[in-house]
């Protein structure tokens, strides 16, 4: 388990307390400038390569709380058990002697540049771009539905003038029609602007955590660590699948049907036309970088 981070944990066991400048994430502990230069001249540390506190702080907690080290015999992870999904040390491989073992070093060496961290990667940069096209487009279609409703209104007002005075209280039925169809609209798409920004919000700080990993995470960390984040961009998939299965996304415009004995039968005419609103599919298209899969259709 990783030292205070706020101290540094070589002058900690000389009884000197000293706030740290830098996390070594070989060690596990925080050091500070005096022993950052003493460290990088030991034989045993010199390949070791401290990043700054400020860095591992930015680390999210489920990274940093990552054991390098294993719980039950307190011996650094050599090995990986690829059966279970877990590192061991040597005295764990007993345990695991029918099992898929291999070395750490060969499972978490350049992980950040493979395929894997940089698909992920990719996926959470398309979810963020999707989330925003959906904020963009839902936006769009309530500013078509003002607009809408302006005109429609307008014209509404000047079928109005054509016809007498008896039937001021059918517009004004038609009017309010008109409202609460236009509500209704907003609504709709207000409860999916509402759903989204908060997927945003998650998936946001789920992308600045992977680019926080990516700098300042070490291998170990990253390779264990990145599971969380795949169930995450996952979940956010599916979510954003499930808004085009759903019909969430479809295009929501208000239109008027004129009665048709409005124009020769004015005396009879019962009311002045209704207020609908006629959804259209949505020609909005998810970014996905793989040309292989689209993953949205």
């Known amino acids: 388990m990783a030292s205070n981070p706020s101290i540094c944990g070589i002058c900690s066991l000389r009884q000197i307390t000293k706030v740290c400048k830098y996390w070594c994430p070989g060690c596990e502990e925080g050091i500070c400038d005096e022993c950052k230069e003493h460290h990088k001249l030991l034989k045993a540390t010199r390949s070791h390569e401290p990043i700054p506190i400020s860095n591992y702080k930015s680390l999210p907690s489920f ?6 080290s294993c719980v039950y015999h307190n011996e650094q992870y050599q090995q990986y058990c690829a059966e279970h999904a877990l590192p061991i040390c040597f005295k764990c491989i007993n345990d695991h002697r029918k099992c898929n073992v291999t070395t750490l070093e060969k499972v978490t060496n350049d992980f950040k ?110 390779f264990l660590g990145i599971k969380e984040i795949e169930v995450i961009v996952y979940e956010n998939e599916q979510y954003l699948q499930s808004l085009i299965e759903a019909k969430s996304l479809e295009q929501i415009d208000l239109e008027w049907k004129v009665d048709p004995v409005f124009e020769t039968i004015l005396n009879s005419l019962k ?20 040309n292989k899969q689209h993953r949205y259709k």
Not at 179 to 192: F, G, L, M, R, W
Request: proline share 0%; aromatic share 4%.
């Open 63 to 68: 990274i940093t709380g990552i054991q390098q």
């Open 113 to 222: 540049t493979s395929e894997q961290f940089l698909d992920l990667e990719s996926r959470l940069d398309d979810l963020l771009q999707n989330i925003d096209r959906i904020k963009k487009d839902r936006n769009s279609n309530m500013t078509n539905i003002e607009e809408m409703k302006m005109r429609l209104g307008k014209e509404i007002r000047q079928k109005r003038v054509e016809i007498n005075k008896h039937l001021d209280n059918l517009e004004k039925q038609l009017i309010k029609d008109l409202e609460e169809k236009e509500c209704q609209s907003k609504d709709s798409i207000q409860k999916v602007l509402s759903s989204v920004t908060e997927k945003e919000t998650m998936v946001t700080q789920c992308h600045t955590n992977f680019q926080s990993i990516k700098q300042y995470a070490s291998d170990l960390q990253t």
């Open 271 to 290: 009311n002045f036309g209704s207020i609908e609103m006629r959804t259209k599919t949505s020609s909005l298209e998810f970014i996905s970088r793989k």
